[in-house]
């Protein structure tokens, strides 16, 4: 299982950026898709996980009505679409691959396949 997570930068409060996760290796049927964030000094977070195949769909309080997941089989990728972004939402982003039920989905310690970070910067 590969994954390459893409997309961030720099960009003003209230702005909107896409991150891009390709992945390899995955079984649609099988697996989830999520992204975290982490930020220097605090914990990784969940931000918003969905299954690959369609259906369920997750998202944290803190980002719910300005991210929204989405995915492209064909390209096998999934997106983050980053929207009215803060500068609380300043953290490396990574995306993971997780088989467990989607009352799992915001433990980190479910997934075990994990991509590179990308850093999005937020300026006030």
């Known amino acids: 299982v590969q994954l390459q997570a893409s997309g961030g930068g720099l960009v003003q409060a209230g702005g909107s950026l896409r991150l891009s996760c390709v992945h390899s290796?995955?079984?649609?049927?099988?697996?989830?898709l999520g992204w975290f964030r982490q930020a220097p000094g605090k914990e990784r977070e969940f931000v918003t996980a969905t299954r690959l195949s369609g259906g369920t769909t997750r998202y944290a309080d803190s980002v719910k009505g300005r991210f929204t997941i989405s995915r492209d089989n064909a390209k096998n990728t999934v997106y983050l679409q980053m929207n009215s972004l803060k500068p609380e939402d300043t953290a490396f982003y990574y995306c993971a691959a997780t088989r467990s039920n989607s009352g799992s989905w915001g433990i980190p310690a479910r997934y075990p396949h994990w991509g590179q970070g990308t850093l999005v910067t937020v300026s006030s």
């Open positions: 290796g995955l079984t649609f049927g099988s697996y989830a």
